[in-house]
Nanobody, 115 residues
Framework: QVRLVESGGGLVQAGGSLRLSCATS????????MAWYRQAPGKQRDLVAS???????NYADSVKGRFTISRGNARNTVSLQMNSLKTEDTAVYYC?????????WGQGTQVNVAS
């Protein structure tokens, strides 16, 4: 059974940085696209950033220049470096992994940015 475990959320002051990590277990296949989504209270879950198996990245306009997504050296790991955090970045962040034709989600990690 494929399992995603996220880590790195927490409370940070505006202007600060956090790094989120996601590790996948339970599969011998390499992930295709890996991504981070976020969901603020009362809002829909939106794509923050994604990275393909070839390393191509895509970012939401709101995080361009501040966030960086990368794949780790360990297979099927992905990180999100978040700099210059703003209060509007407060949300639950979810890791998303596509493996073959299936899609998997992590349990989410809370990021709170205080003013």
């Amino acid at each position: 059974q494929v399992r995603l475990v996220e880590s790195g959320g927490g409370l940070v002051q505006a202007g600060g940085s956090l790094r989120l990590s996601c590790a996948t277990s339970g599969t011998s296949f390499s992930a295709n696209t890996m991504a981070w989504y976020r969901q603020a209270p009362g809002k829909q879950r939106d794509l923050v950033a994604s990275i393909t198996s070839g390393g191509s990245t895509n970012y939401a306009d709101s995080v361009k220049g501040r966030f960086t997504i990368s794949r780790g050296n360990a297979r099927n790991t992905v990180s999100l470096q978040m700099n210059s955090l703003k209060t509007e970045d407060t949300a639950v962040y979810y890791c998303n992994v596509q493996i073959i034709r299936s899609e998997y989600w992590g349990q989410g990690t809370q990021v709170n940015v205080a003013s």
